[in-house]
């Protein structure tokens, strides 16, 4: 009769350990991805909610509103032709310019950039419509990450996917 205890041994332990390290690591790597994918696209989300924020502002007050994109120098270099920002601003131009919303991306999806095509703002005039009357693009970045929406010139916001 032999006499064996029950228990596994120090080269099985090991072995699993290292497997299970392995595929710790891998999880980890996709799981940053996913988390930038979903924060580049909370923050356009956000953005799109405030841009027909601020087209309805425009519309109900019959005045210009503006959206201006704002850098606090969080975000690196953008891609020449473009404009790169941390953040952004609703402002009413009644006859007295008044502050209605500041938003800040570096604070609620930490890491993501906006760049827009155009210009450093995006403005609707009293019936809706962009002023001046050309499209606007914004894309969303965080570590090679990148999702974007488009704004007509009627003010409607198309997000791609």
């Given at each position: 009769m032999?006499?064996r205890?029950?228990?596994?041994?120090?080269?099985?332990l090991?072995a699993?350990?290292?497997?299970?390290?392995?595929?710790a690591g891998l999880?980890?790597?996709s799981?940053g991805r996913?988390?930038a994918?979903?924060?580049?696209?909370?923050a356009?989300?956000?953005l799109?909610a405030?841009?027909?924020?601020?087209?309805?502002?425009?519309v109900?007050?019959?005045?210009?509103?503006?959206?201006?994109?704002?850098?606090?120098?969080s975000?690196?270099?953008?891609?020449s032709?473009?404009?790169?920002?941390?953040?952004?601003?609703?402002?009413?131009?009644d006859?007295?310019?008044?502050?209605v919303?500041?938003?800040?991306l570096?604070?609620?999806?930490s890491?993501?950039?906006?760049?827009s095509?155009?210009d450093?703002?995006?403005?609707?005039?009293?019936?809706?419509?962009?002023?001046?009357?050309?499209?606007?693009?914004?894309?969303?970045r965080r570590?090679g990450?990148?999702?974007?929406l488009?704004?007509?010139?009627?003010?409607?916001?198309?997000r791609?996917?």
């Amino acid at each position: 009769m032999e006499d064996r205890r029950a228990g596994v041994t120090l080269l099985e332990l090991m072995a699993v350990l290292a497997v299970v390290g392995i595929l710790a690591g891998l999880a980890s790597a996709s799981l940053g991805r996913v988390l930038a994918r979903a924060q580049t696209a909370a923050a356009l989300h956000q953005l799109a909610a405030d841009i027909s924020y601020t087209r309805m502002l425009a519309v109900r007050g019959g005045s210009r509103v503006e959206l201006r994109f704002t850098n606090e120098g969080s975000c690196g270099a953008p891609r020449s032709g473009r404009f790169s920002a941390d953040g952004y601003r609703i402002t009413v131009r009644d006859p007295t310019p008044r502050v209605v919303r500041v938003a800040r991306l570096r604070s609620s999806a930490s890491g993501v950039c906006l760049e827009s095509n155009n210009d450093t703002n995006i403005v609707f005039g009293s019936r809706g419509l962009l002023l001046p009357f050309e499209n606007r693009t914004v894309w969303s970045r965080r570590q090679g990450v990148v999702d974007s929406l488009t704004v007509s010139v009627l003010g409607r916001v198309r997000r791609r996917f």
